[in-house]
C-alpha cells in the first residue's frame, strides 16, 4: 500500500511518501521564520505560506521517493485537530488529487499521527519495533500535552491533557522573557545544561489533583515572578528584564565590575531555566506515573510507552522517564523529522487506518471531508 501524506494542520506545510509503515519520504517547510517576530503563530500567514508551498512540497516528496502520483494507492490527510483555515488547505488539495487520479482520502486525527510517529520504519524497514497493545502514548509538543491509552489501532482514550498552555508553549513564553527566540525549548534546554535544577522551588502545578489533567499557565507565571526578581534587581544598567540577553552582549564591552555582574545574570538565567525545566517535566513524569497506576488498579498491564511530539527531543525528559519508567518499552521517534509536525506520521496512520477499513473510496464520501479544528483522539 503505497500512501501519500499531507499536513498542513499548523506552521508546517508537509508532503511524504510512505509504502505501509516505512517512510520513503518526509518534506517539510517549516515556517518558523515567518511567524517567530510574532512569538506564535499567525493563523492567516500560515494559510497563505501553505497555498504558496503545497504543490511544490507534494511534487518534492513524490520525487524523493522516486514515485509519480499515478503510483500512489491512498492520500492520508490530517483534517484536524489545527487551525481551521490552514487545515482546509491541506484538505481542498487531497480533494483535488483524489479526483484528478481517482484515488481514495483516508482522513487522519493529527495527534493519532503523533502516536503513529513513534512507529513509523525508515525505507529498508527499520527498526524493527516491537510493542505489546494496549499502550500509553504521552503527546508533549507546541499546542498539546497528553496522556492518551491506545486500547488498539484507533481506539484511544485520552486520560489526561493539559487545561491551559501546551508545555511546549510554556518553554517558549518562558524563553521569550528570557530573549531566546522563537521557539525557546531547545535554546533553554541547552542553557538549563550549566544550571542547578534546585535553586528555585516551583510549584508542579497539578501535584494534588485526582485527575491526570496538567496545568502549566501557573508555572509559567510562577517563574516569570522568579525572573522579574531576580534579573530585575541584579541589572543595573536600567534595561529592562525582557532584555536581559541583550544585556548580556552589551555587558560584553564594558570592565571588569560589570563582567562580574555578566556572569552573575547568566548564571541566574541557567539557574532559572533548569528549575523551570525541572518543574515541568516532573509533573509529566508524576502524571504518567499516576495513569500507569490507576490502569494497573484496572488490571490493564502496561509493557510499552510513546513519548512523542517536539518536546520528546528534550534530554533531559528522556533521562527522567528511561530512569523512572525502567520497567517500560519507551519508543521515540526514530529520525528528527518525526518528531514535529510532519507528514510521514500522518501517511503511517493512514496506513493502519487502511487496514481497519478506514478509506474512503466514494466520490460522495470524499466531497463530504470537511475540517475538525477540535477534533480529539478519543472521538475517532
Ligand atoms: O511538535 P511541535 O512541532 O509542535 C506542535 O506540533 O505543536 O514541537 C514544537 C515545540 C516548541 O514549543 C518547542 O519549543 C518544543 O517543541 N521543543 C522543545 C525542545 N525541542 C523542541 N522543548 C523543550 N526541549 C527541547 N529540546
Ligand atoms: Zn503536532
Redesign the pocket.
Known amino acids: 500500500m503505497l500512501i501519500l501524506g499531507i499536513d498542513t494542520s ?1 506552521d ?1 506545510t508537509s508532503a511524504a511518501v510512505v509504502y505501509k509503515d516505512n517512510v520513503l519520504s518526509n518534506i517539510i517547510s517549516s515556517q518558523v521564520h515567518v511567524h517567530k517576530d510574532w512569538g506564535g503563530v499567525v493563523p492567516s500567514l500560515a494559510k497563505r505560506k501553505h497555498e504558496e508551498l503545497i504543490d511544490h512540497i507534494i511534487e518534492l516528496a513524490l520525487t524523493r521517493s522516486r514515485k509519480k502520483i499515478t503510483d500512489v494507492e491512498a492520500i492520508a490527510i490530517t483534517i484536524g485537530p489545527g487551525l481551521a483555515i490552514a487545515l482546509e488547505v491541506g484538505i481542498k488539495k487531497a480533494k483535488e488529487l483524489a479526483l484528478l487520479y481517482n484515488k481514495p482520502i483516508i482522513p487522519i486525527n493529527h495527534m493519532e499521527g ?1 502516536v503513529y510517529s513513534a512507529l513509523a520504519k525508515n525505507s529498508k524497514g527499520k527498526p524493527d519495533i516491537e510493542y505489546q497493545l494496549p499502550m500509553l502514548a504521552v503527546l508533549v ?4 500535552t497528553e496522556i492518551v491509552l491506545m486500547r488498539n489501532h484507533g481506539e484511544y482514550e485520552i486520560l489526561g491533557q493539559t487545561l491551559d498552555d ?4 510554556s ?2 513564553k518562558v ?1 521569550r522573557i528570557l530573549n531566546m527566540g522563537y ?4 535554546v ?2 541547552k542553557i538549563a545544561e550549566s544550571g542547578d535544577e534546585n535553586t528555585y522551588s516551583l510549584p508542579i502545578p497539578m501535584q494534588h489533583s485526582k485527575d491526570l489533567n496538567l496545568s502549566y499557565s501557573g508555572l509559567k507565571t510562577a517563574t516569570m515572578r522568579i525572573i522579574n526578581e531576580e534579573i530585575g534587581a541584579l541589572n543595573s544598567f536600567g534595561m529592562k528584564f525582557a532584555k536581559s540577553l541583550k544585556a548580556l552582549s552589551y555587558l560584553d564591552k564594558q570592565t571588569h565590575n560589570q563582567e562580574l555582574e555578566k556572569k552573575n545574570i547568566s548564571h541566574i538565567i541557567a539557574n532559572i531555566s533548569a528549575s523551570f ?1 525541572k518543574a515541568s517535566i516532573e509533573q509529566v513524569i508524576l502524571k504518567v506515573s499516576q495513569a500507569l497506576d490507576i490502569l494497573r488498579g484496572q488490571g490493564i498491564d502496561i509493557q510499552d510507552m510513546i513519548i512523542a ?3 520528546a ?3 533531559y ?1 528522556r533521562k527522567k522517564f528511561r530512569r523512572v519508567f525502567s520497567y517500560l518499552r519507551i519508543h521515540y521517534p526514530t529520525s528528527k523529522k518525526l ?3 510532519n507528514a510521514a506520521m500522518i501517511a503511517v496512520a493512514g496506513y493502519f487506518n487502511y487496514l481497519n477499513n478506514k478509506i474512503l473510496t466514494k466520490l460522495d464520501e470524499i466531497n463530504k471531508i470537511d475540517r475538525l479544528p477540535n477534533w480529539k483522539l478519543n472521538e475517532i
Open positions: 499548523c508546517d503523533h509538543s507546541g499546542g498539546h501546551a508545555i511546549g508553549e518553554f517558549d524563553g521557539p525557546a525549548g531547545p533553554l534546554e525545566q511530539g517536539g518536546v527531543q528534550n534530554k525528559l518528531f514535529t509536525d
